[in-house]
């Protein structure tokens, strides 16, 4: 039973820079690929950044491929989004998934994912 809190969000200007947070109860590298999602409004929800256990892989939507980075630390259970070069087009909520794959073989932003956060709002404007 996977429990994710995300934080993080918040208001910035074009050009500007948020990390995203996703706290987690279990060790994100040895048991569970994990994934950023988001959703404007309007918008069906997109996958964003992905990453297996261990950081063996990472996979990026094209729009975001450059600015944003995913990471995961073993050390506090925590999974990151570093947004660099935000856009307006890139407002929306962020939520945190999880799906158990200790052996890194959910590899597609497409897949499904069982354990979702809340989310937390990111607003691009000027």
């Known amino acids: 039973q996977l429990e994710l809190v995300e934080s993080g969000g918040g208001e910035v200007q074009p050009g500007g820079s948020l990390r995203l947070s996703c706290l987690v109860n279990?060790?994100?590298?040895?048991?569970?690929?994990m994934a950023w999602f988001r959703q404007a409004p309007g918008k069906e929800r997109e996958g964003v950044a992905l990453?297996?256990?261990?950081?063996?892989?990472?996979v990026y939507a094209e729009s975001v491929k450059g600015r944003f980075h995913v990471s995961a630390s073993s050390a506090d259970n925590r999974v990151y989004l570093q947004m660099n070069s935000l856009k307006p087009e890139d407002t929306g909520i962020y939520f945190c998934a999880g799906q158990w794959d200790p052996w890194g073989k959910v590899t597609e932003l497409r897949a499904t994912f069982t354990f979702w956060g809340q989310g937390t709002q990111v607003t691009v404007s000027s």
């Open positions: 990453i297996t256990p261990g950081g063996e892989t990472t």
């Open positions: 279990r060790n994100t590298v040895d048991y569970h690929t």
